[in-house]
């Protein structure tokens, strides 16, 4: 034991003189501590009862005489001079010392000392305490407070990891501060067995311990049953002596401790700890390793939860980041099919706020129409915005197009602001068909009825029987016969065209030779109309595979079109060649006129059906409307396509394209 502190004496009263010897005999007597009288150079004089019991001697005769480094290791004695000597000057001295009892055995002691003055000699009188108990009191308080310290410092450390692996190993790191074993484990549990997941200390024992992760039957270690029972630590001091010790082999756990780690009152494992030597273990370390086993619960529980909560934001991650990739592709398929259609959407709130267009709405409003008309458009669109309450659909006139705008309301969200859905649908082409079937209708009556009243007025002049008449009449009846079936024929192909019933007969023709013959048949009629009606053949024209009365229909139509559109006096040729466009050949055929020509703004329209020029109707000029579309349809099923340019009351060049050594791709139209 250190030597405690100098303290400096305590300052005492003067002794009252009326004390007589006696008593003064009788307090030294009675006091618990030893007090001793001896001389400077530590030979004792005399002593109490007290130094006789505390130093373990049975009468004072044996204490007297003998020296103080009797009672004190030497250690302690031979700082008594040099005590002395800071008596004389500070007055007193307290220390603390380990005495020395009769049998040897040392134990500590509180000593003061104080130098008197007796009859002229200098003495020195020593008190002398027993503080065995408050030693091991004040020791044990530390013990404590140093296994406290670790204790929480182990809590901290296991509680401030959230991985659960990380905590395994933290419990394992950490129970070897608060235990004092050797070979230490986590066990965990799963249903009915346990696993040991941790452990440590086993290679320092050098004793080829192999620990097995292998799950083992719970109900086979009857100190784990234990534990699950009592919730309490299990001390087993020696495990030879314990009849319920489930050993091994060749069993080097001579002293076990555990604990059960529980989450709430949920057992989940245990911890072990286990040594080779017998009675290592007390009741104490199994409160401390419960202590420790609890924190370490708390921190499984805390990691197990972490863990989850960190699962769980990952899977909502992921939830969300599927979501969006899901919503990505429903916007991308959306606008897809918005950017696809042939129609203008348009979503709209109640007030007439666009909320969505799809391009082509967008160019409805901003491109495709001047800006009366898109204004209409808008206003139209804010009208069914505010009125469609159920479905609603209009029909648009405007000055450049037909536009069909279809209303749909969207069911609102609830608390939502109600929208809705226009759709908007050019209907130009389909209100143009219907006005050019009307007109059809009226044209094609008049067509039929002028025949039709010139077959009757020759029929009746017929019955006159005027014999130099006859031959005239029978002509001219022939004649408008012909016009009639002719134009039956044409309104029958168009129709077949329409339904695409026509099988072409393919067969290798001379175009020359077809178109000879047309213009052959067409001659009369250029020479009553006094027109100049030539044909301009290129000699060295391939054979090509056509249908020949398709491909008849064809020019007759063109050349009938350029006589009947050229006015007297006007020249009509027709002239063929051949020519090579990207590797192919072809033989083109060029219908030239210097008749009425054609307006520009009607150039985009001719080859539509039923489609007639302003001119041609004023002037009366008769037609279906029929012809060019009929022609165009029968020149693309042979892979051919015609041009045409034209410049107004200066003449037209129509001009067919057809493919040399190929054939159709469709044989069936
Ligand atoms: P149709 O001749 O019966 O009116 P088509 O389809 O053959 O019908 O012609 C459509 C329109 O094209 C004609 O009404 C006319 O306005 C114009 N057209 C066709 N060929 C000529 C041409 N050679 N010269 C001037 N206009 C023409």
């Known amino acids: 034991m250190e030597p405690a502190k100098i303290r400096p004496p305590a300052t005492r009263q003067p002794a009252p003189q009326l004390l ?210 009592t919730s ?127 391009p082509l709405a967008e160019k409805w409003n901003a491109e495709f129409l001047p800006s009366a008309d898109a204004q209409k458009l808008r206003e139209a669109m804010r009208t069914l915005a505010r009125e469609a309450g159920g479905a609603l659909a209009l029909t648009l006139e405007l000055s450049t197009a037909d536009l069909q705008l279809q209303a749909v309301p969207v069911l609102a969200a609830e608390g939502g602001e109600s929208q809705v ?37 020759y029929a009746q002049l017929l019955q006159y029987k005027n014999p130099n008449k006859e031959d005239e009449y029978l002509a001219a009846l022939n004649s408008e016969i012909d016009y009639l079936v002719e134009m039956v024929e044409r309104i029958l192909q168009f129709s077949k065209i329409s339904v695409h019933q026509i099988t072409l007969k393919l067969e290798p023709t001379d175009l020359n030779v077809l178109l000879e013959a047309i213009i052959k048949s067409r001659q009369a009629f250029a020479k009553q109309k006094a027109l100049s009606f030539t044909f301009h053949p290129n000699l060295g024209l391939p054979k090509i595979r056509l249908d020949q009365e398709q491909i008849r229909h064809v020019f007759l139509n063109l050349i009938s079109n350029a006589l009947h559109y050229t006015p007297a006096g006007g020249v009509v040729q027709v002239s063929t060649e051949i020519t090579v466009d990207n590797g192919q050949e072809w033989v083109i055929t060029e219908i030239k006129d210097t008749g009425m020509g054609i307006p520009h703004q009607e150039l985009p329209h001719i080859f539509k059906r039923f489609y007639r020029g302003a001119e041609p109707r004023r002037e009366q000029i008769s037609g279906s409307g029929l012809g060019l579309a009929i022609t165009k349809e029968l020149v693309e099923v042979h892979n051919g396509w015609i041009t045409v340019e034209s410049k107004e009351n200066h003449g037209s060049i129509f001009t067919v394209w057809l493919p040399v050594n190929r054939g159709p791709v469709l044989n069936q139209v």
């Open 20 to 229: 007589c010897q006696s008593i003064v005999q009788e307090l030294v007597e009675s006091s618990p501590e030893a007090i001793f009288l001896e001389t400077l150079t530590g030979e004792i004089l005399d002593c109490n009862c007290a130094a006789c019991q505390i130093f373990g001697y049975a009468e004072k005769a044996e204490l007297v005489t003998r020296q103080i480094k009797d009672i004190f290791p030497e250690k302690v004695a031979v700082t008594f001079p040099a005590v002395v000597t800071e008596e004389l000057t500070t007055g007193g001295i307290l220390v603390e010392a380990w005495g020395k009892r009769k049998d040897g055995s040392l134990f500590p002691t509180q000593v003061s000392t104080r130098l008197i003055n007796y009859e002229g000699e200098q003495l020195v009188i020593a008190h002398i305490r027993d503080i065995t108990v408050e030693k091991e009191l004040e020791e044990r308080r530390a013990v404590r407070q140093e296994l406290t310290a670790a204790l929480s410092t182990a809590a901290v450390s296991v509680n401030s990891r959230l991985q659960p692996d990380e905590v395994l190993d933290c419990i394992l790191e950490q129970v070897a501060r608060v235990v004092n074993g050797e070979a230490f484990n986590v066990m965990l549990i799963n249903a009915d067995s346990v696993r040991i997941v941790r452990w440590r200390g086993y290679d320092k024992l050098e004793l080829g311990i192999k620990v097995s992760t292998e799950p083992m039957p719970l109900d086979k270690y009857p100190s784990l049953i234990k534990m699950l029972r």
């Open 232 to 358: 309490a630590p299990v001390v087993i001091p020696d495990t030879l002596a314990d009849p319920h010790w489930v050993g091994q082999e060749k069993e080097w756990r001579r002293s076990y401790i555990g604990a059960p780690i529980l989450i709430g009152e949920e057992p989940v494992g245990f911890l072990n700890v286990n040594s080779t030597e017998p009675g290592r273990f007390g009741a104490e370390d199994g409160q401390r390793l419960q202590i420790f086993a609890i924190q370490a619960g708390t921190a499984i529980h805390n990691a197990r939860l972490h863990q989850q909560l960190h699962q769980y934001a990952k899977n909502l991650e992921q939830r969300v980041a599927e979501r969006t990739a899901e919503l990505a592709t429903q916007n991308a398929r959306l606008e897809t099919i918005l950017r696809s259609v042939t129609d203008g959407i348009v979503v709209i709130d109640p007030a007439g706020t666009v909320l969505l267009a799809n």
């Open 421 to 457: 859905v226009i759709t908007i649908h050019d209907v130009s082409e389909l209100k143009t068909l219907e006005r050019l079937k009307s007109q059809f209708i009226s044209s094609i009556s008049h067509e039929l009825r002028t025949p039709l009243t010139a077959i009757k007025l």
